[in-house]
């Protein structure tokens, strides 16, 4: 539930040096990493979504409360799941740990006559223009020496904290407008606006010699100050010291999760990138259990889905492959969601409103349900959930869908068409024929949103994409998809010329580029490379028109030249691990059809990978591989790409570029036989569609 990091008030998610933009090179709002202190729930890497959360900031000073607010530069960072750590310019040594609802900071000060902690409850969101949150209402109190509690209500969702300061004997105080209150044990704010916003929260401030330790310990919870004390008490209790039982709990549980996924073969960097990657796809969704404040029922509250629409072709069918466990509670929270409020969320923060990010996309929850029950994941009430899948096709776009079969943003009738797919399957698989013939027949309205003169999306407006990225969907009939576009060769020049083969090399855009450059680019029809959702499966239209080796080509430049081990390691936004989800599969050699219980087979980055799955242990080995050359100076090359010759299934040939999705979560063997280039292998048997669901 809890993630911390230190606070620029920049971009991305609070730690950092830049403002928000959507086009060319960000711009520096800050020359040097630097931080006013340690903020609480971050988001993970995602675009503008308007505000972020950076609640309770606990800032370490050894000046006077005034300068509170000030940033210090970043000293010797250091990080790891579950850990951070860097020293001040003021000589404070600070590290951080997290368990499921706690935080714990600790720092190591020089000497002061008057060195504080302080605690600002009115901190939220960045500090760029509209990206402040400002709380709405607030309670804080000292309750003892060393202890306080608070509640803050920030995007209409009470925030607790309970707060414990271990350390010297120092004095505590509330604190208001950087004036201490004497003597004061409570605070108390009605009604908050802009306008009258003023900071707030608490003071702990005395001597320190060289050396001394202050311990703050911090329980949260969204269901109110007490359970947040408890919460404190049982990831604290028995520990000694409180802060390393913390921080080898969760580094233990971390190394459990990420060891889920082994590969082996590659150089350093490129399995220290795999590993990262595995690391961000896992940050989110975060769980609250037990905390929803919306409703009182125990069970998981996923308050971190930002968004679906980031999630749901790549991270939501890694969860389910390594950790079905949390795949399933994701999916239980989703249907409560859908209860209490009546429809699927496409996105879910820790915030109440109607937005829920719809414009994104429509009924992409259903992927992730049909997905779920072809798998037979247990721990869902399918009849329930199929009421739920069902009656949510009807609501917002999905009346005008309903009654039109086409809606405009065009995308919607793309994931319209897809959800009742979905549907159908559940209900089919449920033994309910006329819904499913019923949910079946809409679902081919997917055509009517495509132009049969050019075999793309017809014209319209387009979220974070244009016509030509969202053009290429995998939609689950790509044998008349392709057949609309013309055939197999007339899809694979358009697919050639949105990938840029045989193109010449364009010039990308710095800083603020003009609206010229911008038109020129946009203009020019082409993949923009992983830096968004709307076309990151695209690589593998390939597959469903028989040519794999171009898939092998993309996917293989993309893990060579985008993807690297400093800052700026990631082509685009991580997009609450989506984007690093998609390297994890990639370097796999898989690519998850979400919806279809699908996966397609591609050459994989390692020479041999294993994942923990629900029947054992999956293996990818090959022969073949060829890592990084070396030339005689030394220097590594770039590596070959490499093609799929043959491909064996637990011992039998595998013909198809494809595999059910329940072999894979069964366990077994794929073998792959790699060259340097292309094969016929796959380009008789396609990957399945509707119309075609043997791909011969």
Known sequence: MVSACAYSGAYPTGYGRYSKNTEGVPEVMFETLQASGFTHFQQSGTGAIRKYYNYVRVTPMVQPLDDLGESWA????????????????????????????????????????????????????????????????????????GRAQGTVV???????????????????????DRRLIEGGTRLDFDSIRQTTLRPFGLLFMGPVRAGDVVEVRLGFSLRGCEQARENLER????????????????????????????????????????????????????FADDESPFWPASGPFAFDICTMWDLYKTQIPLLMTIAPTRATDLLESLIRVCEEEGNFPIGYRMARGADRFFRQASALAHTALADAHALALPGIDWSWALVHMADDLRRLYGEDFFEHGFVHPV????????????????????????????????????????????????????????????????????????ALAGGDAAFLDVLDAFFGFGADPVTQPGPRPTPEEMAAGYALNRFEGLNNEPDMEAPWAYH???????????????????????????????????????????????????????????????????????GGEFVIETSGHRDHPVGADGVERTPPTQYVQAAWLNGEPLEATHLDAADVHAGGVLHLELGPEPSPWGSAIRPPSLSDPHGR
């Open 411 to 482: 995308t919607h009738t793309l994931d319209l068409a897809y959800g009742h797919h979905c549907t159908a399957t559940v209900a089919q698989a449920l033994g309910d024929k006329r819904l499913a013939d019923e949910l079946q027949a809409r679902s081919r309205w997917w055509v009517n949103a495509f132009d049969p003169a050019t075999g793309l999306l017809r014209d319209s407006e387009f979220y974070e994409g244009g016509k030509w990225n969202y053009s290429f969907r995998l939609v689950h009939d790509m044998r008349a998809r392709i």
């Open 544 to 614: 469903y028109a028989g040519r794999p080796d171009r898939t092998a080509e993309i996917v293989h430049a993309a893990l060579t030249w985008q993807f690297g081990t400093g800052p700026g390691g990631l082509p685009g936004n991580d997009d609450s691990g989506g984007l690093s989800s998609w390297y994890v599969w990639a370097s796999l050699g898989l690519f998850p059809i979400a919806g279809q219980s699908l996966f397609l087979v591609n050459a994989p980055a390692f020479a041999r990978a294993a994942l923990q799955v629900a």
């Open 154 to 176: 920030l995007e209409g969702v009470p925030l607790s904290v309970h707060i414990e300061v271990h350390g010297p004997g120092w004095r505590q105080m509330l604190w208001h």
């Open 74 to 145: 970043l000293h010797d960072e250091t990080a790891s799941p579950g850990y951070y750590a860097t020293t001040l310019d003021t000589g404070i040594h600070c590290e951080i740990t997290v368990g499921e609802k706690v935080a714990v900071h600790r720092y190591t000060f020089p000497e002061s006559r008057s060195a504080r902690v302080v605690v600002d409850l009115s901190c939220g969101g960045l500090a760029i223009e509209l990206g402040r949150t400002v709380p709405l209402r607030a309670h804080v109190e000292s309750t003892g020496y």
């Open 235 to 286: 990831e604290c209790a028995g520990a000694d010291p409180v802060f390393d039982a913390v921080r080898a709990r969760t580094r233990e549980r971390w190394a459990e999760h990420i060891g889920r996924v082994r590969v082996e073969g590659g150089t350093t960097a490129r399995r220290q990138v795999m590993a990262t990657a595995l690391y961000h796809s896992l940050i989110k969704p975060c």
